[in-house]
């Protein structure tokens, strides 16, 4: 039976729960809810929960490190379970994507996500894939370093909360396709519509 990890980023604690930067958090709890999973052990540095899906055996991955050390979690995993980097798929926020797009890729380089910078060097490699989903940029005079950190660790406005939620379901879509089907067919059918 093939393991498929799909690992959330973001921040542990309270503190975090709802800002921008734990939408991949986000995302893997949906997922979870939606088969009726729970994160049950710690382990890797990670809250987990498994199941089988489509004949695979499915482990959500929270890491419990913060978001710049992610790859430590990510390379215990890889070991632990003994897979290659290509069924490690990441789930993260980007702030290059508008708010709610989500892209699929199956490689690619960190573009400024201290949390895939930190995969990457982990593992050795760039060759894993992952599920970009937009949390949009602060306003053009906003664009520092340091306004971008504050902009990422804020909470999305109420009006904003709608278009996430719909965001994070499709990201359990997108996923229960990477699982059955592939990552290839998961761009193929969600990178054109979403």
């Known amino acids: 039976m093939r393991t498929v990890i799909i690992m959330g980023l973001g921040n542990p604690g309270q503190r975090y729960a709802r800002t921008r930067h734990n939408i991949g958090y986000r995302c893997v709890d949906h997922f ?5 999973a ?3 052990r710690t382990a890797c540095q990670a809250r987990l929960s498994e199941f089988t899906l489509s004949d695979h055996r499915v482990v959500l991955a929270k890491p419990r490190t913060f978001m710049n050390l992610s790859g430590k979690s990510a390379q215990a995993l890889v070991h632990s379970y003994g897979i290659s980097p290509q069924d ?3 789930v993260y926020d980007d702030v290059d994507l508008p708010l709610a797009r989500i892209r699929v890729r199956t490689a690619g380089g960190p573009g400024g996500h201290n949390g895939i910078r930190s995969v990457i060097t982990a593992l050795n490699t760039n060759h894993f894939p992952r599920v970009r989903v937009g949390i949009g940029r602060p306003l053009e005079s ?7 950190v504050g902009y990422v660790l804020s909470e999305f406005s109420e009006a904003q909360e709608q278009v996430v939620a719909e965001a994070v379901a499709k990201v359990s879509d997108i996923l229960d396709c990477v699982v059955a089907d592939g990552i290839d067919a998961a761009m193929n059918r969600f990178n054109s519509v979403v």
């Open 38 to 40: 729970r994160f049950v």
């Open 32 to 36: 979870a809810f939606r088969h009726g």
């Open 142 to 148: 906003e664009r520092n370093e340091e306004d971008l």
């Open 88 to 90: 490690l798929v990441i």
